[in-house]
């Protein structure tokens, strides 16, 4: 038998892993990073290969881990883990310094940081593991590693396609077991007009897990407080992931 849900038991962190080419700085979300060898200590990362990130660490033959803050809010998970940095230029908006291998060290929301210099590297298919000797490792601040558990379970936050350990929700794409919002028909048909009988009930992203609230609105996108999700434009967008309206449902 092969039941995909006894890789669910294997339990994982949720990392930023950085690398340089040229001038280009650029990072993403790993969860898929683990310690390999003590002597000489060596870490050892997953990334898939259509990654900007990828691309840097085959070039510059380095990479930087930085250890997450269990206290890290979902924007900046959703800066390196939703965005690509082929559109949007990550370590612009991410506090970081120039580390030992040249590689950007994310100091924002990390509680150590560290950097290798590739040893190796193993091909496996969609993603490559990319080996790497430690050549500098620091503890930032104590604090509690975020895990991937406590990511999924208490920020509610959901894998990108491209990570190794990703699973499409049960009943398919889009979580079709969850019952459609009732006003979704009318939508697309009635953009702008206000929906009869709009609720003040919460809505996640399917996508990245982000929660609409109603009586927070979205005061990045200029939507105010007291603005009901039915209410919002077609065309708005998750604040944290960019996936659009018919891509949230409401919260249990
Ligand atoms: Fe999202």
């Not at 590693?145 to 190794?164: D, S």
């Not at 009943?171 to 019952?179: D, L, M, S």
């Not at 990045?220 to 944290?240: A, R």
């Amino acid at each position: 038998m092969f039941d995909p849900k006894a890789l669910w038991s294997i339990t994982y962190g949720l990392y930023v892993v950085t690398a340089r080419s040229g001038d280009k700085l650029n990072g993403q979300i790993a969860n898929t990073v683990f310690q390999a060898t003590a002597e000489p200590a060596r870490v050892a990362v997953s990334i898939n290969r259509n990654n900007l990130t990828h691309e840097y660490i085959e070039k510059s033959r380095a990479f930087a881990v930085s250890c997450l803050d269990e206290t890290t809010p979902m924007e900046f998970i959703g800066l390196f883990g939703f965005k690509s940095g082929r559109e949007v230029d990550k370590l612009g908006q991410a506090k970081h310094r120039e580390g030992a291998t040249g590689s950007p060290v994310v100091t924002e929301n990390a509680l150590s940081v560290i950097e290798a210099r590739v040893a190796d590297k193993l091909d496996v298919g969609t993603h490559t593991i990319f080996v790497g000797e430690v050549v500098a490792a620091e503890v930032l601040r104590p604090g509690k590693p975020m895990t991937y558990a406590y990511y999924q379970e208490v920020k509610r936050g959901r894998a990108p396609r491209a990570a190794p350990t990703y699973h499409a929700p049960e009943g398919g794409a889009g979580e079709a077991a969850k019952p459609a919002p009732p006003s979704a028909p009318d939508e697309a048909a009635k953009p702008a007009a206000p929906v009869p009988g709009p609720t003040m009930k919460k809505y996640v992203c399917d996508v990245c897990g982000y929660v609409y609230d109603p009586a927070a609105g979205d005061p990045d996108g200029k939507v105010p407080p007291g603005t009901p999700f039915e209410n919002l434009p077609t065309d708005w967008k998750c604040p944290v992931c960019g996936a659009s309206k018919d891509e949230f449902s409401p919260q249990d």
